[in-house]
C-alpha cells in the first residue's frame, strides 16, 4: 500500500529552526510537495522536490533523497505566523497526490 | 503562483437542499481538478478527480450520485452535494493542476458548508 508518514505534531520556539521530516512509500514517485495549512484555510503550496538534493526558498528550504524515501521542511528564524499544519505529498505513478497526515508546528514565544 | 477561486466560501442550508460549489482556476488552463473534504484536525481527503470533458473519477466510498461533478471547461469545475444532510457538513477545497508549473496543485480557499 501506499504511505507517508510525518510526525503528528511539534514545538519551537521563536526564532529557532525547526525540521520536520517525511518518509514515503509510493507505487512510482513523480515528485513530493510541501504545503502550508493554517487552520481553517485550505493549504498553500510551499516546495516541490523531485531530484535529490537541498531547495531553498527564503526562510524555508526542502530536501529530497529518493533513495531512502526521504524528505524534509527545514524552516528558519521561526516567526509566530509559522504557526500551522505542513503537509507532506507524493506524487505517484498515475500523477495523484497522496497525502500525510500532516504536522502541526505549536511556535512559543 | 497560480490563483484557484472557490465560491461561495461558506454556505448554510437545511436539510434536504442541493448545494453547488464553484471552482475557477483564474489565471490558467486546468484539465484535471481535484476535489477534497476536510473534516477538522484531519487530512485531505481526495473525493474525486475531474477532467475536463469527461466523467469524474471517485475514490472509493465516495457516493458519485450525492456529490455531482461537472469539469465543463477548463477554468471551471463545480461540486453539487445534493440532498445534503448533517453529517455532509465540512470543508471542501478544490484544487487545480497546473501542467505548465512542475504538475503543481494550487489550492481554492475552501467552501465550509454547515447543513443544519
Known amino acids: 500500500g501506499q504511505n507517508i508518514d510525518q510526525p503528528t505534531e511539534m514545538t519551537a520556539t521563536e526564532g529557532a529552526i525547526v525540521q520536520i521530516n517525511c518518509t514515503y512509500q509510493t507505487s512510482g514517485f513523480n515528485g513530493l510537495f510541501w504545503y502550508q495549512q493554517h487552520a481553517g484555510e485550505a493549504p498553500t503550496f510551499l516546495s516541490y522536490n523531485v531530484l535529490d538534493g537541498l531547495e531553498e526558498k527564503g526562510r524555508f528550504s526542502s530536501f529530497l533523497s529518493r533513495s531512502k524515501g526521504y524528505s524534509y521542511l527545514l524552516l528558519k528564524e521561526l516567526q509566530m505566523k509559522d504557526s500551522a499544519s505542513y503537509l507532506c505529498a507524493v506524487l505517484d505513478s498515475n500523477y495523484q497526490l497522496i497525502w500525510g497526515a500532516g504536522t502541526k508546528l505549536i511556535i512559543k514565544p | 503562483g497560480a490563483v484557484v477561486s472557490q465560491h461561495p466560501s461558506w454556505v448554510i442550508c437545511k436539510s434536504g437542499t442541493s448545494v453547488k460549489i464553484e471552482c475557477r482556476s483564474l489565471d490558467f488552463q486546468a484539465t484535471t481538478m481535484f476535489w477534497y473534504r476536510q473534516f477538522p484536525k484531519q487530512s485531505l481527503m481526495l473525493m474525486a478527480t475531474?477532467?475536463?470533458?469527461?466523467?469524474?473519477?471517485?475514490e472509493q466510498g465516495v457516493e458519485k450520485d450525492k456529490f455531482l461533478i461537472n469539469h465543463a471547461s477548463l477554468t471551471l469545475s463545480t461540486l453539487t452535494v445534493t440532498s445534503a444532510h448533517p453529517e455532509d457538513s465540512s470543508f471542501y477545497i478544490c484544487?487545480?493542476?497546473?501542467?505548465?508549473?512542475?504538475?503543481?496543485?494550487?489550492f481554492g480557499p475552501g467552501t465550509r458548508l454547515t447543513v443544519l
Open positions: 475531474s477532467n475536463e470533458g469527461s466523467k469524474a473519477t471517485y
Open positions: 484544487s487545480a493542476r497546473d501542467l505548465g508549473e512542475a504538475d503543481t496543485q494550487y
